[in-house]
């Protein structure tokens, strides 16, 4: 009988942490989807009050929420942690990470002049500096002598940014242009940071069909078998990681939503993209920098 996980799912490498039959939760956080259950944890409501949201089932939120959590089980979130974040837009993560101290190079593509993709508007650093504490997260003065703003595109990271304690970006890889570009940017975030650093990536995830997905474009979406791709380089490279691929068993987890998308039962979503018809959830991913270097194959 053909294993259909193993041929459409992709082989499993050696040596990776998978877990497959247990619910992800935020009180043991690792690389994982968005869930029902995850949004009933008391932490998804502390970080929510944190970044003066009202709480919501939505993917996108919790991809914020995922985030800082996993600086937060990283030890991270400290006077004197360095953080690189890419493609924030106006996020609130770089004033509550500033607010617990972190030092912050918030970077976006193209950000004092018009993004052709219409993913930033026509504004200036300043403008928006102070657009990412405009929900005053942040005591100002400290929000301005711990947060700086630069511009940086994803797929041509500069060599200077290195030595951080931490890089993070929501939803923004799967915007790179391909798959292989997204998996490139990670690799190039990694090299951001310090022997030992963290990486914390969300980008989209083809919940089914698994057989095909869309590998390039202003959207890609990642497969089980591209996760495992990717987990495979990863570890070679001396990286670690750890992945949980369980999908939920609550009420929403079963929910599909379709067009016009809902603002408060939006975890798994259904969208036509180059022709294809795809059901599409959020996935973030916690990395661990090599203590040593190793060249990726």
Known sequence: MINLKRVIGGKVPAGLDLIEDEEPTLENIRSQLVTEGQFNSPLYLKWCNEMREKMRYHRKQWEFVYTLQALDQAGLLRDGSRGLGFGVGNE??????????????????????????????????????????DRQICDPGA????????????????????????????CSLEHVGSLDLASNFIFKSLECLKPGGVAVHTTEYNVFPAV???????????????????????????????????????ALDRHIDFPPH???????????????????????LIIRKAQHDRTDS
Not at 262 to 284: D, Q
Request: charged content about 20%.
């Open 92 to 133: 609130p993560l770089p004033a509550v990470l500033a607010k617990y101290g972190c030092s912050i190079l918030a970077t976006e593509i193209n950000i004092e002049s018009p993004h052709g993709a219409g993913w930033v508007s026509n504004t200036t650093v300043d403008q928006e500096l102070d657009r990412l504490n």
């Open 143 to 170: 929000f301005r002598s711990r947060v700086q703003y630069r511009d940086v595109d994803m797929n041509h990271v500069p060599k200077d940014l290195v030595g951080f304690d931490f890089v993070w970006s929501c």
């Open 212 to 250: 095909f997905t869309v590998t390039k474009g202003s959207t890609v979406f990642f497969r089980r078998k591209d996760i495992l791709t990717l987990a495979e380089r990863l570890l070679y490279a001396g990286h670690t990681l750890s992945i949980n691929f369980h999908s939920g068993r609550g």
């Open 262 to 284: 809902s603002e408060n039962k939006h975890l798994k979503l259904f969208v036509t993209k180059r022709g294809r018809m795809i059901v599409t959830t959020s996935i973030g």
